[in-house]
């Protein structure tokens, strides 16, 4: 964020910045704020009474009528008049110049955000709730929604004279109470051209780019934490049907010569899982709409069966799931993961499938590379 402003403001804020910050009356400050929220409006000698009570800093920058204004004007502070409310037989009224809470709100902000201790917690906690419920928000309303969140992490804040070219020396650097960290240029009459006002939290943002994830096929951004952390969590699930590890569930079941599982209703829960994962991968592979598998949990249709197809170390290589439809039986979906493929894990039990569900139909779409295994190894069953 960039303000510009005259040469006689930048020295005031210096000046200010430089004051020994005294300790803030709080119980003054917030029976003063108290009475602001009730109104929904601070006047605006109230503004110098309460920074007299906040920040000397920033009330000897109040003093300076003209660099205040200067100052409202960069924040876009906009002041109404407001009136007392006419009685039947006022014929005039009196009216003050004033600015509405959020705005006072946001100057407490913005004027932290240059160095000051104008601490606007308080108010901020008060007005927060109300918020919450708005489905728009007013350029200081955000700010103060945001406030928790962005406090002393904001963006680097330059302040400087209007033809400020770079070429000043003379820097000075100072460190406030809050830990904001300002370097400031001078020109040849020691007057502050150019301010760099660092918040104390504040973390350069990385460059973000999208990647996709050679393994896994994700797509994040890089460089971008909480997308980082969703890739994570998807690679990790991916990696459990791409690169198969023995499960000691596996190695501890009944299964004499037996490279399947057979998944009926009444399996187990993590059976059912397996499952899921599996025809959740086929959908992801062929970029179907639906997961073929009704739930992680299980179901109880006495018309689906599915196989978890196991290999010698006792990993799941893939999975396949039968259903009748009506009389007959079909291969609904067949997912071996990509390392394993080729390999015969189907035509092993052809015969079987055979046997047990007739001449069954193979759910379409059918590959071409599907449609002659079938052909192949139906002949051979002949
Ligand atoms: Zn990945």
Known sequence: MKYTFESNTLEIIWNGLNETPKRTNQFVTEKLYLKFLERGWVLEYEIEDIFYHLDRGVYSIFLERKSMDEIYKGFEIDFETIYDKPKATDSSVMGYNSISIKNFVFLLIQLEKIGFSTNPIFLVEKLLPALKQKKYLSKSELEIFWY???????????????????????????????????????????????????????????????????????????????????????????????????????KELDKINKDYILVT??????????????????????????????????????????????????????????????????????????????KNHLANKWKMFKELYGNFYVEPPVSDEMKSFIKKHDSLLL
């Open 148 to 250: 928790n969140k962005t406090r002393l992490k904001n963006e680097t804040i330059f302040l400087s004279i209007e033809n400020y070219h770079g070429f000043f020396l003379n820097p000075k650097k100072l460190k406030t109470e809050l830990g904001f960290k300002i370097n400031v240029e001078f020109d040849e009459e020691n007057k502050p051209v150019y301010f760099e006002i660092v918040a104390p939290k504040f973390r350069k943002k990385t460059f973000t780019y999208p990647t996709t994830c050679e393994e896994c096929d994700y797509t994040w951004q890089k460089g971008d934490p909480s997308s980082s952390a969703s890739h994570r969590r998807v690679h990790k699930r991916a990696m459990n049907w791409l690169n198969p590890q023995p499960l000691e569930r596996i």
């Open 265 to 342: 209703a009444d399996s187990p829960k993590w059976q059912h899982f397996e499952m899921y994962e599996r025809a959740y991968a086929f959908k992801k592979e062929f970029r179907y709409d639906f997961v073929q598998y009704q739930s992680r949990e299980g179901h109880n249709d006495e018309n689906i069966h599915g196989y978890l197809f196991i290999n010698e170390n006792d990993s799941i290589i893939g999975a396949c799931c039968f259903r009748k439809n009506e009389l007959e039986w079909g291969l609904d979906w067949i997912w071996i993961c990509p390392i394993q493929r080729r």
